[in-house]
């Protein structure tokens, strides 16, 4: 990537597919030789089955970090609430995302920090301070619902995913190779 390439990326909305995403840009710029970073943010545990194949991908560039407690019961979705466990974890990753946007990485997707505002697990001004320590070269992608308009206005690219119909609606619980 040349000088002053890098872009902010919002992926925000509703809808389902915001994490896959940017899932399909980070296999594109591996694809491409590019080095990748994904933290994770709230989403802690074992339950997301792309973790799999990103552990295959270490060698090719990838790098992934998932911050946060435990956050899905079996069978019964996802659990939503703060403890001192949760705010730590929330403050390491964006220590970590800082760390690497210093080492280097050509992409950075910073998966659910969207939605730490609304949680109250990040102040707005922690997204903030972390998206001005950009370097121009860095691909930065900002993932998850409730994006903050002051984050939006730094954005070079937002895309919302619209929820118009959604089977989970009818009861059906998350499924796994699916939702998670």
Request: glycine share 10%; aromatic share 8%.
């Amino acid at each position: 990537m040349t000088k002053q390439s890098g872009k902010i990326h919002i992926y925000t909305g509703d809808g389902k597919g915001k994490t896959t995403a940017s899932l399909g840009l980070a296999i594109r710029a591996i694809g491409n030789n590019l080095k990748v970073g994904i933290i994770y943010f709230d989403k802690g545990g074992d339950y997301y089955g792309e973790r799999k194949i990103l552990d295959k991908l270490k060698n090719d560039g990838l790098n992934y970090a998932a911050f946060g407690a435990q956050r899905m019961t079996e069978g019964k979705g996802f659990r939503f609430k703060n403890n001192t466990e949760d705010l730590q974890q929330a403050q390491l990753a964006i220590d970590q995302a800082i760390i690497w946007m210093k080492e280097g990485f050509d992409l950075l997707i910073l998966d659910e920090i969207n939605t730490t505002v609304k949680t109250k697990l990040l102040k707005l001004e922690d997204i903030l301070h972390l998206i001005s320590q950009k370097p121009d070269n860095l691909e930065l992608v900002l993932t998850g619902r409730h994006c903050p308009d002051k984050v939006m206005e730094q954005a070079d690219l937002i895309t919302e995913m619209k929820a118009i119909k959604h089977y989970i609606k009818t009861g059906l619980p998350a499924r796994p190779g699916i939702e998670f």
